[in-house]
């Protein structure tokens, strides 16, 4: 089992910045890849970007260049700093877990899931 909690969420203009930390606990940090999604009302959860057990990343088209994702595995911690941020930014971000490897893009390719942290963007 692996239990996720997300934090950092908030309001933030357009063109601002935030950062979002995820705190994984349960199974051994270093044996899970980590992805980040996110969910805007009225529309189905979405891909944002994944960290693999090695470091490799990778990221929706919509956000790539504006965000990164980055692991800690000292704090069992992962990242997901947004930059430039849009009105279309607006979601609840979740951090999920997968005990799979290669590249994971798809939410049924993840284990365990945190609970959300609102994101508003405001114009």
């Known amino acids: 089992q692996v239990q996720l909690v997300e934090s950092g969420g908030g309001l933030v203009q357009a063109g601002g910045s935030l950062r979002l930390s995820c705190v994984a606990s349960g199974r051994t940090f270093t044996r899970v890849a980590m992805g980040w999604f996110r969910q805007a009302p009225g529309k189905e959860r979405e891909f944002v970007g994944f960290?693999?057990?090695?470091?490799?990343?990778n990221y929706a088209n919509s956000v790539k260049g504006r965000f990164s994702i980055s692991r800690e595995d000292a704090k069992n911690t992962v990242y997901l700093q947004m930059n430039s941020l849009k009105p279309e930014d607006t979601a609840v971000y979740y951090c999920?877990?997968?005990?799979?490897?290669?590249?994971?893009?798809?939410?049924?390719?993840?284990?365990?899931w945190g609970q959300g942290t609102q994101v508003t963007v405001s114009s």
């Open positions: 999920a877990a997968s005990l799979r490897i290669g590249v994971l893009i798809r939410d049924y390719e993840f284990d365990y």
């Open positions: 960290v693999s057990r090695g470091g490799t990343t």
